[in-house]
């Protein structure tokens, strides 16, 4: 009988299991209206205009509290409002002595396509590229969970936002080991970068990403394969050294 009970339990598990998967695949998207669709391109036109007049409150105020992000190859992944911040002031056109440019408008027109789990967009941008976004709905309206750059170089490349966020992980991006970097401008230090900055190359990518406390940095290689992005080679590069006086000096 015990036997009996426990099959019994083992069965009415496995049917939880089953139910709660089918559930979970079956979920619905969530309801976009025309009004949300219309709040999320005022969202994105928003985002354009206060990044050409370098309003940087406003800019940072555009992503969710705290866990906001924008990336691109050349950027790395700049989260939360303090470093939305001074990603702005760090723009060419807002690091200068007399900051902005003319608006662009009403920016670029954003394709909304919900799921079961995010609302995400993509805004063409031309030759320029692409924006990839995933939005949330905040007490202050929708906001961009996240932001990704694509070029149209990285395109053509066949890259995508989940390509660079799945070499950041590889890299180690999420481990708090990274420093930021920074450039002189002419009204002082500015950011550079946050993180792992990537190139997409034709056979892969690579990337360079420097250690806090340290001075020096990775130079990494990058492969896609059938079972996603691998290494192909991680180099460390200690502090004043070059790859190739690194390489002279082990001959």
């Not at 760090?90 to 900051?99: L, R």
């Amino acid at each position: 009988m015990a036997g009996c009970r426990s099959w019994g339990v083992l069965v009415t598990f496995t049917l939880l299991a089953h139910a709660a998967t089918a559930g979970a695949q079956a979920r619905p998207a969530p309801n976009v209206t025309d009004k949300d669709r219309a709040e999320i391109q005022e969202l994105v036109t928003h985002y354009a205009k206060a990044l050409s007049a370098c309003a940087v409150e406003e800019y940072a105020d555009l992503f969710a509290p705290v866990t906001g992000s924008f990336a691109s190859s050349v950027r790395g992944e700049i989260v939360g409002h303090e470093k939305l911040v001074a990603l702005v002031q760090s723009e060419p056109h807002c690091a200068t002595t007399t900051p902005g440019r003319p608006a662009p408008g009403n920016g670029p027109t954003v394709v909304v396509t919900p799921s079961a789990d995010r609302v995400t967009g993509i805004a063409e941008l031309g030759n320029a590229g692409r924006y990839e976004d995933v939005y949330v709905k905040t007490p202050k309206g929708w906001r961009f969970q996240s932001r990704n750059v694509i070029t149209r170089q990285e395109q053509e490349k066949n890259f995508s936002a989940a390509d660079f966020i799945a070499l950041r992980r590889l890299a180690g991006d999420d481990q708090g080991v990274f420093d930021d970097v920074f450039r002189e401008t002419p009204v002082g230090k500015r950011l550079r970068s946050a993180g792992v900055v990537l190139t997409a190359t034709t056979d892969g990518a690579t990337g360079r990403a420097y250690l806090k406390n340290d001075g020096g940095h990775y130079e990494d290689v990058y492969v896609r394969g059938a079972n996603g992005w691998r290494f192909t080679s991680r180099t460390y590069i200690a502090a004043g050294e070059t790859a190739s006086t690194q390489a002279s000096a082990a001959r």
